[in-house]
């Protein structure tokens, strides 16, 4: 018998193939990604009242990241390098959790989410503030 005859095994760690097809997904990815970031729209809240909202430079902050340019990155958008690290620590908790077979919920105390609301508002309140050194908070 060429293949010995087994139980079916089930994937025990399906946030390692999560983890494994985000990153195939990026590797073959990268050129369609790169045409559709040029192709998107530009932003409407800032096109209809001259305001900065707090995602306004994030396009050209995720391309900028992705061309290794970290220094555009945090010029263009600063809030992307702390969103990004908070998925980053979200997704590494999970996995913990899978691997050590804990329950599968990541618990955030409630402080947590104002805290985040909190710091969004007074991001984009300070990048509209024209005078120094809130003018740096603002995409070039």
Known sequence: ML??????QRIRKPWSLVVAGSVLLLVVGWNQWMYVMKQMP???FRALTGWLCPGCG???????LSR??????LRTNALIYFLG???CGLAICLVRNEWRKTPKRVELPNWSIWLLFLGLFSFWLLRNIPHEPFHLLAPP
């Open 58 to 64: 994030a396009r050209r902050s995720i391309v900028a």
């Open 3 to 8: 293949f010995p005859r087994h139980k079916q």
């Open 68 to 73: 290794g340019d970290l220094l555009l990155a």
């Open 85 to 87: 690290a908070l998925v």
């Open 42 to 44: 530009a932003c409407t």
